[in-house]
T-cell receptor
Framework: DVKVTQSSRYLVKRTGEKVFLECVQD?????MFWYRQDPGLGLRLIYF???????EKGDIPEGYSVSREKKERFSLILESASTNQTSMYLC????????????FGDGTRLSIL | GQSLEQPSEVTAVEGAIVQINCTYQ??????LSWYQQHDGGAPTFLSY????GLEETGRFSSFLSRSDSYGYLLLQELQMKDSASYFC?????????????FGAGTRLAVHP
């Protein structure tokens, strides 16, 4: 079965800290995505990657960076966490043709104090 | 750019039929998808419309009309477990790599 695993379900950090969110998929998918989900705003794309070491900015990349050193792992980095980055973060992966669905992890609820 | 509009909330009773609409403004896309998300859970894929018309999968159907910039998700024989948020999403032709643009979501509450 398809599996996307996010390293933490809940995370509490302080402002100014560097925060790492990890995501691993076991489906050999080329494409991986990081979204944040906020009430009334749906899912907004932060960054995505279409291959190892390749990345593209999504709609809201400010304050974030990403790393994809291996095909199965995609990391989201908050360089200096701020309270407005408190949110639910969702990782997803997909492959190939445009009709293929995205498979999501269970999410990381991040609180920045 | 792209934007998708959905109602924020819909309420229905068990056994009924409910339609969740999605209107969009986009310069071009490959298809319209629907995802379901239960509280505290991950979004899961429900359906994909590449072409105009109706796609049926069990109790759920999805419809797309490109000429009307409109789609909907139809849920029949509603069950309590259908209480969840539903998101429409388009895969834009620009930007590539299977990225999706999501609507804000519709929260469906099913009552006995």
């Amino acid at each position: 079965d398809v599996k996307v695993t996010q390293s933490s379900r809940y995370l509490v950090k302080r402002t100014g800290e560097k925060v790492f969110l990890e995501c691993v998929q076991d489906m050999d998918h080329e494409n991986m995505f990081w979204y944040r989900q906020d009430p009334g705003l749906g899912l907004r794309l932060i960054y995505f990657s279409y291959d190892v070491k390749m990345k593209e900015k999504g709609d809201i990349p400010e304050g974030y960076s990403v790393s994809r050193e291996k095909k199965e792992r995609f990391s989201l980095i908050l360089e200096s966490a701020s309270t407005n980055q408190t949110s639910m973060y969702l990782c997803a992966s997909t492959t190939g043709p445009s009709n293929q669905p995205q498979h999501f992890g269970d999410g990381t609820r991040l609180s920045i104090l | 750019g792209q934007s998708l509009e959905q109602p924020s909330e819909v309420t229905a009773v068990e056994g009924a039929i409910v339609q969740i609409n999605c209107t969009y403004q986009t310069s071009g896309f490959y298809g319209l998808s629907w995802y379901q998300q239960h509280d505290g859970g991950a979004p899961t894929f429900l359906s994909y419309n590449a072409l105009d018309g109706l796609e049926e999968t069990g109790r759920f159907s999805s419809f797309l009309s490109r000429s009307d910039s409109y789609g909907y998700l139809l849920l029949q024989e509603l069950q309590m477990k259908d209480s969840a948020s539903y998101f429409c999403a388009v895969r834009p032709k620009t930007g590539g790599y299977n990225k999706l643009i999501f609507g804000a979501g519709t929260r469906l509450a099913v009552h006995p």
